[in-house]
């Protein structure tokens, strides 16, 4: 994974998503999940492109089911962006990359 991409847990979710400054896109996925391993590749240039833009992490759903219920996370993976602490954009499914940095570029600044 990319040094890059940050690492989100039910413990942390607080303070690095809902509390941050910047906007943040997160990718609730699970390690069996073979769409969740389609979509990584995808996360981690997002990463590396909008690194000090947007904070970009993950968010293993079998070990922290509680921020995945609290945003009823109902398929994997679901990348979701947070901006102010809301959630101002959702896709279900791999997307592709020109679809979520669309999103982005509509959310930084």
Known sequence: MSA???SFTDANFQNEVLASES?????FWAPWCGPCK????????????YAGKVRIGK?????NPNMAS?????????????KGGEVVDKFVGVVNKAKLATSLDAHVG
């Open 4 to 6: 890059n991409v940050l």
């Open 23 to 27: 906007p943040v896109l997160v990718d």
């Open 38 to 49: 389609l979509i990584a590749p995808t996360i981690e240039a997002l990463a590396e492109e």
């Open 59 to 63: 968010l293993n759903t079998d070990d």
């Open 70 to 82: 609290t945003f009823n996370v109902s398929a994997i993976p679901t990348v979701m962006l947070f």
